[in-house]
């Protein structure tokens, strides 16, 4: 069992290998949103691991799955969206002394 650690692009890239194949280095980096390097320098670290199998062809390079026993490791954690809030008191109104009605 392969071990990968959650929340990492390590585990976006694997992600992806498994659902969509073939699959070129140019369309990983245009889903994931990936600088195109570190697509580069993860798939070259699986390629000698022995995880995957790069083929390269004229003008793109697909990329093969050989395993498919991951497991991904951590807790899957969700941002939480903060709202920064003025660090000034807000200013006090008037109330309205006259008739409700008219």
């Known amino acids: 069992m392969i071990e990968i650690t959650s929340g990492t692009n390590e585990e976006r ?10 699959i070129t280095i140019s369309e990983v ?4 949103h990936i600088s195109r390097n570190v697509v580069t320098r993860v798939l ?6 022995g995880y995957v199998q790069l083929e390269p062809l004229p003008g793109k390079t697909y990329i ?3 395993r498919r026993d991951f497991k ?3 807790k899957k954690r969700q ?3 903060i709202k920064h809030h003025s660090k000034g008191k807000k200013p006090v109104t008037k ?6 009605y008219s």
């Open 79 to 81: 941002r939480k969206f």
């Open 29 to 32: 980096v245009k889903q994931l």
């Open 64 to 66: 093969r799955l050989k």
């Open 95 to 100: 109330e309205y002394d006259g008739m409700m």
């Open 72 to 74: 991904f490791l951590g």
């Open 13 to 22: 890239i694997i992600k992806l290998l498994q659902k969509t194949y073939p």
């Open 44 to 49: 070259q670290k699986f390629q000698t691991k």
